[in-house]
């Protein structure tokens, strides 16, 4: 990371943290070695001295996540792709897609976030850390939605120790005072063969768990979407044709465009990537700079 990026980052850190302990809207103020940052009640932000396009589209990125309410917080799903719209091959490699940007991008998600998800196919296909290790910043708390208990104990997140870490499963698969391979067990009620989205989020909520970071997979993150359940979906997309494999959003399917999902779109480039972030919800303020910065 770019030492003025580094700076920036550090301020954005100290905009979100002024931003959750504040009980009313009031001005955020972080001062960097880079500069200072300046974010007003209604959202105009301003950097002195003025950022360069580069630095300008950093900070746009990621002010509208520092700000989120501390009551509603948000729900993120992020997915990386190829071209042709495959997240792995056909035998499961995913590792890497997107490139070293998209990584280190995750990873501010990650310190921006209370509790990062992932299904249970994703940490059998890739055994993920889920930590921050790109950036500055806290690990959230781990959150694997495994609905009948599938996992054995012989993963990373359930032995590292680096984070906790929780299971969301049905509440019939748990008994009272039950643990899954050492880590806390979250029950909540079963729909069909699943879990919703909606009561997924209710019970992290309860625990204050609201700015939620759905990092995947796939069908992880296409349910959330089905649901309606998602703030924003950040589709990273890499210059790579695979022709074949596992998809990224898979939706039920519809026989007329007009009833296809299309939303505001924000578009960053991440290195040789390009990140697509959907507008789904109004959740998060949209923050503007200043005309005068």
């Known amino acids: 990371m770019k030492a003025e990026q580094q700076a920036a980052w550090q301020a954005l850190l100290d905009i979100a943290a002024q931003s959750r302990a504040a009980a009313e809207p009031a001005e955020l103020v972080a001062a960097q070695p880079g500069g200072i940052l300046r974010v007003s009640p209604d959202g105009r932000w301003s950097h002195d001295p003025p950022p360069a396009g580069e630095l300008a589209a950093f900070l746009e990125l990621y002010l509208p996540y520092c700000l989120a309410s501390r009551e509603r917080g948000f729900v993120a799903g992020h997915l990386g792709q190829s071209l042709d719209g495959r997240i792995a091959t056909e035998g499961g490699a995913s590792r890497w897609i997107t490139g070293a940007a998209d990584v280190e991008h995750n990873h501010r998600m990650r310190a921006l976030a209370d509790a990062v998800l992932v299904g249970a196919a994703t940490v059998r296909c890739d055994d993920p850390q889920l930590t921050v290790r790109c950036c500055p910043g806290r690990h959230p708390v781990r959150v694997i939605l495994d609905a009948n208990r599938t996992l054995a104990g012989n993963y990373g997140i359930f032995t590292d120790r680096a984070a906790p870490t929780l299971v969301v499963a049905a509440a019939d698969r748990i008994a009272p005072g039950e643990r899954h391979c050492g880590s806390e067990l979250l029950g909540v009620p079963r729909d069909g063969d699943g879990l919703t989205p909606a009561a997924i989020r209710a019970a992290l909520a309860a625990r204050g768990l609201t700015r939620l970071f759905v990092e995947g997979g796939g069908r992880t993150v296409s349910r959330f979407l089905e649901a309606g359940a998602l703030d924003r979906l950040q589709i990273a997309v ?31 480039a991440l290195g040789e990537d390009q990140l697509y972030e959907c507008i789904l919800s109004d959740a998060l303020p949209e923050p503007c700079r200043d005309a005068a910065s």
């Open 238 to 268: 890499s210059p790579l044709i695979i022709g074949s494999g596992r998809p990224s959003i898979t939706l039920p399917p519809i026989e007329d465009l007009r009833r296809g999902l299309r939303p505001r779109i924000r578009r960053f």
